[in-house]
Structures are given as structure tokens and as C-alpha cells.
């Protein structure tokens, strides 16, 4: 059964420290790439971080050398994790995964298995 349960989320002060978790259940977990996408108030929903079954990993342009994607030891959570965050990060965060075909980024056109997301409010 697939299952991603996002936690982490709450208020953060620019500059400070966040870390989002993502519980995978072992069907999700096995996924060839997991990934982070958020949704601001207003915006359409984009990629923040994707990881593939390698431990390679894909960042978008915008939060490039800011965030940092990883899993645990048993692969079985995982990370987002930044400490410069910043106004524009206010979001919601969504947990996902997917093991269709050989191509991992966070790209919203590939075929996703979504958590419910957490709410982050970064305040200046």
C-alpha cells in the first residue's frame, strides 16, 4: 500500500533553520524517485527537490544551494531541509513518489503518488 505522511511544517523565522519529514510506507519507499513539490497561496504547485533510488539528486533553479533532499539510513523518511529559510518558502509542502520508468526530478508532468502535505510560514 502506498502511503506518504508529511511532518515538520509550523512557523520559521527568515534565516532559520527547517527540517520536513516524509514517513514512505514499503511500497512508497521502493519507489525509484521521491521528491518535494509546494504550493504558495495563489501559485500553481512546483518542484522543490527530487532523489532517486541512487541517492542522486535534482534541485530547481530557485531553491539550488538552499535545500538539501536526502533519506535516512533505511530509506524508509525523507528530508527536506534548509537553513536560510526565507518569505518566499511560505508554502504548503507535498511529499511525493514515483516509480514509472528511468526519470527522476521534481517535474509535476511525471505520474506522482501525493501525501497531504504541511504548512510552512516562514515570517520576516
Known amino acids: 500500500q502506498m502511503q506518504l505522511v508529511e511532518f515538520g511544517g509550523g512557523s520559521v523565522q527568515t534565516g532559520g533553520s527547517l527540517r520536513l519529514s516524509c514517513a514512505a510506507s514499503r511500497d512508497a519507499a521502493s519507489s525509484y524517485c521521491m521528491a518535494w513539490f509546494r504550493q504558495a497561496p495563489g501559485k500553481e504547485r512546483e518542484g522543490v527537490a527530487a532523489i532517486d533510488d541512487g541517492g542522486n539528486t535534482y534541485y530547481a533553479d530557485s531553491v539550488k544551494g538552499r535545500f538539501t533532499i536526502y533519506k535516512d539510513a533505511a530509506e524508509t523518511t525523507l528530508y527536506l531541509y534548509t537553513d536560510t529559510a526565507k518569505p518566499v518558502d511560505t508554502a504548503m509542502y507535498y511529499c511525493?513518489?514515483?516509480?514509472?520508468?528511468?526519470?527522476?526530478?521534481?517535474?509535476?508532468?511525471?505520474?506522482?503518488?501525493w501525501g497531504r502535505g504541511t504548512q510552512v510560514t516562514v515570517s520576516s
Open positions: 511525493a513518489s514515483h516509480s514509472e520508468g528511468q526519470w527522476c526530478s521534481p517535474d509535476l508532468s511525471l505520474p506522482w503518488y
